[in-house]
């Protein structure tokens, strides 16, 4: 079946650090949506994209969609303490079952 | 608007004993609802998934089952818990391949 595979599973950075998130399966992916998860909440979705090489930012984040639609990356320029998180690609596929990757906990150190 | 109650928020049980999660949505027709399980620290395991009344699709053979009795009304449970179903669940919605919307999660600890 379909899977996701993101690295890493934990990143922890100084304040001011970049930081990337990574997210790749073996099958062409129909779509890529990106969700947050702060500690002790629920995932919430950030955005969502289809196109192949599509890039999108939403302020110090930007995400990006591979040309073969295979893989995906979560950037975050200049780190801040309120990105602590848990980072999830997910995709839909064909079927629109939506399965997630692991996961990449990110800690921010002050 | 749509929205998405689940309860309860916490929640302990025995080992053997039956287990019941439910989940609602408001303000849509026919979304596709889901059940994830998310052990501490760990990512988001789909369980079950479904597209319609009475459709279930379980993604993982366990301890548990699900059911949607109505439209909006997405039901988790067990006969008999293990110890290994403690857990965040989470129920999710959404339309055809469009972003989820997550409940709060119940927070399960079978001891």
């Known amino acids: 079946g379909q899977q996701v595979m993101q690295i890493p599973q934990y990143q922890h950075v100084q304040e001011g650090e970049d930081f990337t998130t990574y997210c790749n399966s073996s099958?062409?992916?129909?779509?890529i949506q990106w969700y947050k998860q702060r500690p002790g909440g629920h995932p919430v979705f950030l955005i969502q994209?289809?196109?192949?090489?599509e890039v999108k930012k939403q302020k110090r984040l930007t995400f990006q969609f591979g040309e073969a639609k295979k893989n995906s990356s979560l950037h975050i320029t200049a780190t801040q303490t309120t990105d602590v998180g848990t980072y999830f690609c997910?995709?839909?596929?064909?079927?629109?079952?939506?399965?997630f990757g692991q996961g990449t906990t990110l800690q921010v150190k002050p | 608007s749509q929205t998405i109650h689940q309860w309860p928020a916490t929640l302990v049980q025995p080992v053997g004993s039956p287990l019941s999660l439910e989940c609602t949505v408001e303000?849509?027709?026919?979304?596709?609802l889901y059940w994830y399980r998310q052990a501490a620290g760990r990512g988001l395991q789909l369980l079950f998934y479904?597209?319609?009344?009475?459709?279930i699709s379980s993604e993982v053979p366990q301890n548990l089952s699900a059911s949607r009795p109505q439209d909006r009304q997405f039901i988790l449970s067990s006969k008999k818990l293990l110890l290994s179903d403690s857990g965040f669940y989470l129920c999710?919605?959404?339309?055809?391949?469009?972003?989820?919307?997550f409940g709060q999660g119940t927070r399960l600890t079978v001891v």
């Open positions: 099958t062409t992916l129909s779509n």
């Open positions: 999710a919605w959404n339309w055809g391949v469009t972003e989820a919307f």
């Open positions: 994209l289809v196109k192949s090489g």
């Open positions: 997910a995709s839909s596929g064909n079927t629109g079952k939506l399965i």
């Open positions: 303000g849509t027709s026919n979304p596709n």
């Open positions: 479904s597209v319609g009344i009475g459709q």
